[in-house]
T-cell receptor, first 116, second 114 residues
């Protein structure tokens, strides 16, 4: 099956700093990538959708200047949490799909972000 | 807008027994996909089973099967011969064939008891 690798698995950063999370599709071309946020014991909430070479489309209520998404290649998308604060601490999950294959998306293993 | 509802926040089942997790959804689309994902403590989302809406036959994957009732917009998951490794959070998900965005339910925490 298709593999999506997310890095890092966990990260701790100081309040006010920025942190970047990478999402890579290892064996297929990810024309579309999705970024989710999951609070403890809650469901996955879609933050944004990015298509390769285009600006990301953010869901209502998600600050695009806070959560910068770049999808510059067919195998890599990045989420940068800028000026992180403790309330940004959460579990972030990416998923990727190949639009040309008309399949569902495949999920990365997630990144646990803790802002101290 | 599509919604997915899982009305059972927590469930438990004895090892080797059968358990059914409920899921209902709401959509005006005719073509879509439905999924059950398992999320163990590692938080990795693992696909359990998928169902295409145009298929009337219920999907099965080994010990996992679904009861897909399109008219009722119901999509329940049956786990037979439950194993300790089945202990996890289970999410029902709707996937639009138009936007390819997932809509997840709130999840059911399943605990398999020895």
């Amino acid at each position: 099956g298709a593999v999506v690798s997310q890095h890092p698995s966990w990260v701790i950063c100081k309040s006010g700093t920025s942190v970047k999370i990478e999402c890579r599709s290892l064996d297929f071309q990810a024309t579309t990538m999705f970024w989710y946020r999951q609070f403890p014991k809650q469901s996955l909430m879609l933050m944004a959708t990015s298509n390769e070479g285009s600006k990301a489309t953010y869901e209502q209520g998600v600050e695009k200047d806070k959560f910068l998404i770049n999808h510059a290649s067919l195998t890599l998308s990045t989420l940068t949490v800028t000026s992180a604060h403790p309330e940004d601490s959460s579990f972030y999950i990416c998923s990727a799909r190949d639009q040309t294959l008309n399949t569902e998306a495949f999920f990365g293993q997630g990144t646990r972000l803790t802002v101290v | 807008a599509q919604t997915v509802t899982q009305s059972q926040p927590e469930m438990s089942v004895q090892e080797a027994e059968t358990v059914t997790l409920s899921c209902t959804y709401d959509t005006s689309e005719n073509n879509y996909y439905l999924f059950w994902y398992k999320q163990p403590p590692s938080r990795q989302m693992i696909l359990v089973i998928r169902q295409e809406a145009y298929k009337q036959q219920n999907a099965t994957e080994n010990r996992f099967s679904v009861n897909f009732q399109k008219a009722a917009k119901s999509f329940s998951l049956k786990i037979s011969d439950s194993q300790l490794g089945d202990t996890a959070m289970y999410f029902c998900a709707f996937l639009s064939s138009g936007t390819y965005k997932y809509i997840f339910g709130t999840g059911t925490r399943l605990k398999v008891l020895a």
